[in-house]
């Protein structure tokens, strides 16, 4: 009878090969040649001449002998009962899959997939605001090309195209996933086109517009700091609100945008100006405790103001003060525009904005341009405090 010292006693051979337990019939022990074993069941379909399966019980790893003898017995009283368990098991994952709901399946598709991916924030984010609501009950499989396009329409409706089409990219990845799992047959986006085209986007604020976007109610003191943060050092939007108190050097004057957060996976170094360093130092004054993010959504709770959330804020600040719609990735575009107006050249701008640069000779050239940076940035803050006509 196999024992635990017999289990842990068997050591790999160049080829695979399986130890069986005499005194359990098709009960034994697969031994892989990089070390690796696992309980096996063998068994015949059909009597003595009937057909040879295997099934694995579990690690040797994971698994205790106790239980893998006992799923080994189980599984052998059902041999004998004329069930092959095989094909059981094949049958009740496509019963458990005939009744999975695509909240059931978008949980999958995150955990699984999309939680090792940049995206999968966002991702995440678009199902639970927009298809989740709709969706959440419906069984996967009676997901049709109707549906997707019922959903992405009633987006249009309410003027958000753009977000419709990023809904449908994320609804598409997530179907394409699922069958390739054979968690569905095929994906319903199949057909489905974007639901509208995407200009390129070119709005550069004004004088005034820059003003009265300096001076705008409407939005809470924090979400109005970050905004001027982002407005002052041309970053995105989702890197200001989630900038953590550690990223800051402030007496380098220097704010170091770690790998993972930032949008190309590269370090950034981004100098920090006068004006810049006083709005985190009010930001430091309203800290709680000790809590990580230099904007956070909630008191003691270790989260930081959500992008959608400023968006939606900034949308109805603007539309209140009767001003024509600009977006927080606006902003980032005007300080862009305005430093390159002031004569900074383009390369430095690229690094301002830390876009890659996939030339050849950039694999060579590391120099991250900090000094060149600040001069830029500090320009561009001087000439943004004399056309709001105030300090902080």
Known sequence: MLTALTVKALTPKPAKYEHMDADNPGFGVAVMPNGRKSFIYRYRVGGRTGTLRRMTLGSVDNTSLKDARAAYLNLKNQVGEGVDPLDAKAQARREEEQDLTFGALAQRYLSQYAAHKRTGAEDERILKHDVLP????????????????????????????????????????????????????????????????????????????????????????????????????????????????????????????????????????????????????????????????????????????????????????????????????????????????????????????????RSVTARYDRYRYDNEKRVALECWAATLLNITGENL
């Open 134 to 357: 709709r969706w959440d009950k419906l069984k996967a499989k009676a997901i049709r090309k109707r549906e997707v396009v019922a959903l992405l329409d009633k987006i249009v409706e309410r003027g958000a195209s753009t977000q419709a089409n990023r809904t449908f990219a994320c609804v598409r990845k997530l179907f394409n996933w699922a069958a390739q799992k054979d968690l569905v047959e095929s994906s319903p986006c199949a057909g489905v086109k974007a639901p509208s085209r995407e200009k390129t986007k070119d709005r550069v604020l004004t004088d005034d517009e820059i003003r009265a976007f300096w001076n705008l109610s409407g939005l809470s003191p924090r979400m109005k700091a970050a905004l001027r943060l982002q407005l002052l050092l041309g970053q995105r939007i989702g890197e200001v609100v989630g900038m953590r108190w550690d990223e800051l050097d402030t007496t380098a004057r220097l704010w170091t945008l770690p790998a993972e957060r930032a949008k190309n996976m590269i370090v950034h170094t981004i100098p920090l100006t006068d004006t810049a360093l006083e709005i985190l130092e009010e930001q430091r004054l309203l800290r709680d405790g000790n809590d990580p993010y230099v904007f956070p959504a909630h008191a003691g709770k270790a989260e930081h103001l959500r992008t959608d959330s400023i968006g939606t804020a900034l949308t109805r600040a603007i539309r209140a003060a009767g001003l024509a719609h600009f977006t927080a990735h606006d902003l980032r575009r005007t300080a862009a525009t305005r430093i390159s107006g002031a004569g900074t050249s383009r390369e430095v701008l690229r690094k301002i904005l830390n876009h890659v640069d």
